[in-house]
């Protein structure tokens, strides 16, 4: 099997206008799956940044894959058997965040 990355994949460029906290299996496959099919049927026309909230997390792992990853569909729609793969998803990950709050206004520092 051929190495996920930029080199093996395109990765379409959108501007960055969702902070996600946590770069999970959930997020990424349920979340992240809905914003990519926004961007694919609507001109929704957004990224995702994410920010590791914790010290050992899968940043550098999905870092290594250019940050694309594929997503796995199985089970029913509308009474059909649904099996497939997605194209190659990815987002812009960082390492951790330091977020200060400054009462109603929160601002986010981050760390790269």
């Known amino acids: 099997m051929k190495a996920l990355n930029k080199e093996t ?9 969702i902070i996600q906290f ?7 496959a349920f979340v992240d799956w809905i914003i990519y099919n926004m961007n694919e049927k609507t001109d929704f026309n957004s990224s ?5 909230p914790i010290d ?4 550098d792992m999905l870092n290594a894959q250019d940050c694309l990853y594929h997503v796995n569909l199985q089970g029913l729609d509308k009474g059909e058997v649904v099996n497939k793969t997605s194209t190659p998803m990815g987002e812009r ?6 977020m200060l709050d400054l009462g109603l206004n929160t601002a986010l520092l981050f760390t790269m």
């Open 56 to 59: 050992k997390g899968m940043v």
């Open 9 to 17: 994949c395109a990765k379409a460029q959108r501007p960055e206008r």
């Open 93 to 98: 990950y960082l390492p951790n965040a330091l």
């Open 22 to 28: 946590g770069e999970g299996n959930f997020l990424r």
């Open 48 to 52: 995702v940044v994410v920010v590791q």
